[in-house]
């Protein structure tokens, strides 16, 4: 059904156009112009130094020529970006860092799988604030982020081996 699609209909001509150069957000149709509000979110930010440094807090906002965002935007597709508007490179800085050293003590000094598998998700999360552009805001992710870091941290999880990981998950789902 997909080749058909391909081959036979534009379809998907007009959904990588739409996606990916088609009309202007202003014309009534949506599209994803991040390299627009990039450099928006850059030429706002370079005008107050401190901004990069602390950022702009939880309901920051940044100036865009958008007129369909009321000139302000208070969220950025690119997850880096999101952590500057919020926190500035501090924020950036210490979440990189806690996901770094879980990915590490998880990997590196854990004696079970599920410690392994929390550190490749910590490396995930860091490589998702740049391939996807997710944001890294008060969403399920974002939770998920800390439980791994959370669970990783802990010596007592480190410690265990797999046998005992698999027996205290089996309780957890008998009762």
């Known amino acids: 059904g997909l080749n058909f699609l391909y081959e036979q209909t534009h379809i998907f001509d007009a959904l990588i156009q739409h996606a990916f150069g088609g009309p202007d957000i202003d014309s009534g149709t949506w599209n994803d112009n991040r390299g627009d509000m990039t450099s928006d979110f850059f030429t706002d930010f370079n005008s107050d ?14 100036h865009t020529s958008y007129k369909t965002s009321g000139g302000q935007r208070v969220y950025m597709e690119w997850g880096y970006l999101y952590l500057i508007l919020k926190g500035g490179i501090i924020y950036l800085f210490l979440y990189v860092y806690c996901l770094l050293h879980g990915a590490y003590v998880g990997y590196f000094r854990s004696k079970n799988a599920f410690s392994k598998a929390l550190s490749i998700m910590c490396l995930i999360l860091i490589l998702n604030l740049v ?8 969403s399920m992710l974002y939770i998920l982020s800390w439980m791994c870091f959370g669970l990783v941290e802990r010596n007592e999880v480190r410690s265990l081996s797999d046998h005992e990981i698999y027996n205290y998950f089996n309780t957890l789902v008998c009762y």
């Open 49 to 62: 130094f401190l901004s990069w440094i602390w950022g702009r807090g939880a309901n920051g906002s940044f």
């Open 131 to 138: 391939s996807t552009g997710a944001e890294p805001q008060y």
